[in-house]
């Protein structure tokens, strides 16, 4: 090109993007969300893996919505119990449209000529008195739910006594909620023919008294042997299951247990096995811990 050219000079410039292209830096901020999300949904799942049904359904229980009325109102209805019509604002409310529409059936004569209605005092009270016991005796089922499931979890967050848990066998009976300490081969909880209990023995008791505290029932205790191996009943079973309960008694009135507490301290030897189909099982030396059912106290008119 010659120096004298009349062609005009052209500049080009180049713009340089410093950060993260078109988008800059915001890919980095969504990547951090999504690893955190995941991070929480595989630590959520690893903690749903590793909880046991007991603790699933208490924290199912906890997080359960309370019952709510619908209204605020103490008679359930914005008119207050009352109703607009010609009975006046302080009528019956809907009990007189039901008379109205379902008028008294008439009434019944007896033998002497007086009148007398179906249904009296005494069904009302009769109906009353059973739905008390029903409430009570719900109560009284949630209480013994209640109660095993706390043992059950105590057995599984203490170190010392996940190792015997195989040795509690808790369950519902029509006498009440019973605990059971068993033997197994080789940890047995008593020295054979012996009364007193060994270590194991006694951190399970300790256990089992911290729920017979939670709850206000009487407890039964009774001792089993296992028939020996020539299958005959020692004659000496009698008295040793009779012993091994009454210790029983005396470490749980030790560890708190209140002595008005205990109704009934008996002595089965074999004649009550757990495994029936294998009376020399070592499962069937246990002792038997029972909170019984109680009879519902009712109002003193009743």
């Known amino acids: 090109m010659a120096l004298g050219s009349d062609q005009p000079i052209m500049i080009k410039k180049v713009k340089k993007v410093v950060g993260g292209g078109h988008h800059g830096g ?3 901020v969504a990547y951090a969300d999504f690893v955190t999300a995941m991070m929480a949904f595989f630590l959520l799942m690893w903690l749903i893996n590793t909880t046991s049904p007991e ?10 919505p309370a019952s709510v009325a619908e209204t605020t109102s103490g008679s359930g209805g914005i008119l207050g119990g009352t109703a607009l019509g010609d009975d006046g604002a302080k009528s019956s409310g809907s009990m007189s ?13 007896d033998a002497t000529g007086q009148s007398e209605t179906s249904g009296g005092a005494g069904d009302l009270d009769s109906a009353s008195e059973a739905a008390l016991r029903k409430e ?3 109560r009284e089922e949630a209480a013994f739910t209640s109660a095993a499931q706390s043992l059950r979890q105590a057995l599984q967050e203490m170190p010392e006594l996940a190792e015997l848990s195989k040795q509690i066998i808790i369950d519902q009976t029509p006498e009440g909620l019973r605990i059971q300490l068993v033997d197994q081969e080789g940890r047995s ?3 054979d023919g012996a009364a007193m209990p060994n270590d194991r023995a006694r951190i399970l008791l300790r256990a089992v008294s911290r729920i017979i505290n939670m709850l206000p029932n009487r407890i039964s205790i009774s001792g089993h042997t296992s028939i020996s191996p ?3 009943t020692q004659g000496s079973d009698w008295a040793l299951s009779s012993a091994r309960a009454d210790v029983a008694r005396q470490l749980l009135q030790g560890a708190g247990v209140s002595a008005d507490r205990v109704y009934q301290v008996s002595g089965k030897a074999n004649s009550d096995p757990l495994f029936p189909d294998d009376p020399m ?9 029972i909170l019984l059912r109680e009879a519902p106290v ?3 008119d009743r």
Do not use: H
């Open 26 to 28: 915001a890919w980095k």
């Open 230 to 232: 020539n299958g005959r």
């Open 136 to 138: 009570l005796a719900a």
């Open 189 to 191: 909880m008593f020295k």
């Open 298 to 300: 009712l109002p003193p």
């Open 281 to 289: 099982l070592a499962g069937n030396r246990r002792i038997s811990i």
């Open 97 to 109: 449209s039901v008379e109205q529409m379902n008028p008294e059936s008439p009434a019944q004569t």
């Open 55 to 64: 603790q699933k359904r208490g924290i199912a229980d906890y997080f359960a």
